[in-house]
Nanobody, 122 residues
Framework: QVQLVESGGGSVQAGGSLRLSCAASGNAYSAYSMGWFRQAPGKEREGVAQ???????RYKGSVKGRFTISRDNAKNTLALQMNSLKPEDTAMYYC????????????????WGQGTQVTVSS
């Protein structure tokens, strides 16, 4: 059983930065794959970045070089540093977790946060 709470969303101009944080509670956090997903109005939810329990990291192609995902197992937190933000990054961002990395990346993770809004203006 895992509970996830996101924070750090907001409104920023194009080219700016935001850092999202996800605080997790529950048992065996370090054994979970953790990821960030986003959904813009009228579009499907998509994986943004994921970090597995063994340290494997994957990113959506459009955010490579701009976003960085990290985790601190000692503090039970997950972060997403977002730089050089673009209007197309505007979406609700969700933190998610699952023991199965593949199921998580395909959007079927067992645990989800409430979401935090990111708005990037041109």
């Amino acid at each position: 059983q895992v509970q996830l709470v996101e924070s750090g969303g907001g409104s920023v101009q194009a080219g700016g930065s935001l850092r999202l944080s996800c605080a997790a509670s529950g048992n065996a956090y370090s054994a979970y794959s953790m990821g960030w997903f986003r959904q813009a109005p009228g579009k499907e939810r998509e994986g943004v970045a994921q970090i597995d329990s063994d340290g494997t990291i994957r990113y959506k192609g459009s955010v490579k070089g701009r976003f960085t995902i990290s985790r601190d197992n000692a503090k039970n937190t997950l972060a997403l540093q977002m730089n050089s933000l673009k209007p197309e990054d505007t979406a609700m961002y969700y933190c998610a977790a699952d023991r199965d990395w593949y199921r998580l990346w395909n959007g079927r993770g067992n645990y989800w946060g409430q979401g935090t809004q990111v708005t990037v203006s041109s």
